[in-house]
């Protein structure tokens, strides 16, 4: 069944601590996108990728970076962790690019910066 | 920019009662409209999608929504609510924008189904 995953599920660092967070997906997706959510603000897009070696940049972008590895595998990257960067973090794929292509959301993860 | 506005943070409803989540949208091309639902401790599930067609779209578990291009509105109904409809409602709007077409989401609306 095609599905998108993370890791790890719940991680808590420290101020300035370096966090990777990881993303894949088994849906032969092109499109893979990072996500924030806070209460208040639904889900904002941090850095979505149309493919390995690409990376572009979506709305809240500062703080964050990303690499696509390969087509399956999408890394999101604190280096210096804030306690502003606390936040739930999705992953999600699709198809295509156009208007109505549907994206595949992974269960999240919750990170806590101390 | 397009934006998405979810009036009602919370909504209470008893079991079997009817609901409605209420959705407005700005956007100044055509809009594509999702309706996402997030179970406790679950990522994001689409319910229902509208691109064009009739304007009312019916979508899993018992779930409709009407879209208005008069209102810009895109509400979301259920005729019965059931206790495992508890969950996080999110409207979305998909807008072309640059290499992708952006989602935006509006701050969602928590159900909570209580005994009548």
């Known amino acids: 069944e095609a599905a998108v995953t993370q890791s790890p599920r719940n991680k808590v660092t420290v101020t300035g601590g370096n966090v990777t967070l990881s993303c894949r997906q088994t849906?032969?997706?092109?499109?893979m996108y990072w996500y924030r959510q806070d209460t208040g603000h639904g889900l904002r897009l941090i850095h979505y990728?149309?493919?390995?070696?690409n990376l572009q940049i979506g709305d809240v972008p500062d703080g964050y970076k990303a690499t696509r590895t390969t087509q399956e595998d999408f890394f999101l990257l604190l280096e210096l962790a804030s306690p502003s960067q606390t936040s739930l973090y999705f992953c999600?794929?699709?198809?295509?690019w156009g208007q109505g292509y549907e994206q595949y959301f992974g269960p999240g993860t919750r990170l806590t910066v101390l | 920019a397009q934006s998405v506005t979810q009036p009602d943070a919370r909504v209470t409803v008893s079991e079997g009662a009817s609901l409605q989540l209420r959705c407005k949208y700005s956007?100044?091309?055509?809009?594509?409209l999702f309706w996402y639902v997030q179970y406790p401790r679950q990522g994001l599930q689409l319910l229902l999608k509208?691109?064009?067609?009739?304007?009312v779209v019916q979508g899993v578990n018992g779930f409709e929504a009407e879209f208005s291009k008069s209102n810009s509105s895109f509400h979301l109904r259920k005729a019965s609510v059931h206790w495992s409809d508890s969950a996080v409602y999110f409207c979305?709007?998909?807008?072309?924008?640059?290499?992708?077409?952006?989602?935006?989401f509006g701050s969602g609306t928590k159900v909570i189904p209580c005994l009548p």
């Open positions: 999600a794929s699709s198809d295509g």
């Open positions: 956007y100044s091309g055509t809009p594509y």
């Open positions: 509208y691109y064009s067609g009739d304007p």
């Open positions: 979305v709007l998909s807008a072309q924008t640059g290499f992708a077409s952006a989602l935006t």
């Open positions: 849906n032969s997706h092109n499109y």
């Open positions: 990728s149309y493919g390995a070696g």
